[in-house]
């Protein structure tokens, strides 16, 4: 009789390649401005080589997940990529509540938003207005994982979640063995960072993310009653904005926003 396998030993299989490489275009694809790209432009963004890439673009486009564009050297991504998402159900707070606010405030922000929960030592963002702004420098945030320590959005979300919560991310932080890690044992950094940020009133970021070193940003929580479940941040290039224009312009029409959603997060579970 066959010994049944392990968990861990059932959930080890081979990467399909083929598959990994279609979506890395697909992905691509939707980073490009309008979600049209030629081969070249994709080839160059995921690493793949253009012939291989023209094989992967046309078997999409026999699936309509892609079509042609124009004179047939660009390509789009095609409505079929859109009912693959029907299925997908997000939190009902995020897309009834927040959704909405955030792109009825973004007139006022100008600055491109997301909005993040936590998810272990990571924050990922779950909603955003990168790619309805006009000042934004990207097109596609939703789904990334955002440090804890050294980004607004955890700052924001570690400064004014529940104690039970804040100490087991914490914990978890601890273990890890990168940059992360090293930070969440200076317990002098963190209590630094976290009294900053409840006496300010709100978080800062002013490129300690090495990812976005040009980037400052600030955040609020978001919270449901006195607990933050989330955060939104606001996303500016630092030569672009003073410090005295985020405080007295900026991070109050942030904090209306985060206000907003909170208010109708409350109501929405009273609901």
């Given at each position: 009789m066959k010994t049944p396998k392990t968990?861990?030993?059932?959930?080890?299989?081979?990467?399909?390649?083929?598959?990994?490489?279609?979506?890395?275009?697909?992905?691509?694809?939707?980073?490009?401005?309008?979600?049209i790209g030629t081969v070249s432009e994709l080839a160059r963004i995921t690493g793949i080589?253009?012939?291989?890439?023209?094989?992967?673009?046309?078997?999409?486009?026999?699936?309509?997940?892609?079509h042609h564009k124009d004179d047939g050297a660009s390509y789009c991504?095609?409505?079929?990529?859109?009912?693959?998402?029907?299925?997908?159900?997000?939190?009902?707070?995020?897309?009834?509540i927040a959704a909405p606010?955030?792109?009825m405030h973004l007139r006022a922000l100008s600055w491109p938003s997301d909005l993040a929960t936590p998810d272990g030592a990571f924050m990922i963002v779950r909603e955003s207005t990168h790619r309805a702004s006009l000042l934004s420098q990207h097109r596609a945030t939703i789904g990334i994982r955002i440090p804890m320590l050294v980004s607004s959005l955890g700052?924001?979300?570690?400064?004014?979640?529940?104690?039970?919560?804040?100490?087991?991310t914490l914990r978890l932080l601890r273990q890890r063995t990168d940059l992360a890690g090293d930070l969440a044992?200076?317990?002098?950094?963190?209590?630094r960072i976290l009294r900053e940020t409840r006496s300010r009133g709100y978080a800062v970021n002013r490129?300690?993310?090495?990812?976005?070193?040009?980037?400052?940003s600030i955040g609020y929580p978001i919270k449901d009653a006195n607990h933050a479940i989330g955060a939104i941040n606001l996303v500016l290039q630092r030569n672009l904005a003073s410090d005295a224009e985020i405080e007295n312009r900026y991070?109050?029409?942030l904090l209306k926003l985060a206000d907003e959603i909170s208010t109708g997060l409350a109501s929405f579970a009273r609901g």
């Open positions: 968990i861990d030993e059932a959930s080890t299989y081979r990467e399909v390649r083929g598959l990994t490489r279609g979506l890395a275009v697909l992905r691509g694809l939707n980073e490009l401005p309008g979600g080589h253009r012939t291989t890439v023209k094989r992967l673009l046309e078997t999409l486009r026999s699936e309509g997940l892609v991504l095609g409505f079929e990529v859109r009912r693959l998402s029907e299925g997908y159900v997000a939190a009902d707070w995020i897309d009834q606010a955030m792109r700052r924001a979300w570690l400064g004014w979640c529940n104690e039970e919560e804040h100490e087991s044992r200076d317990k002098v950094y963190v209590r490129g300690e993310w090495s990812a976005e070193p040009n980037v400052v991070a109050p029409l």
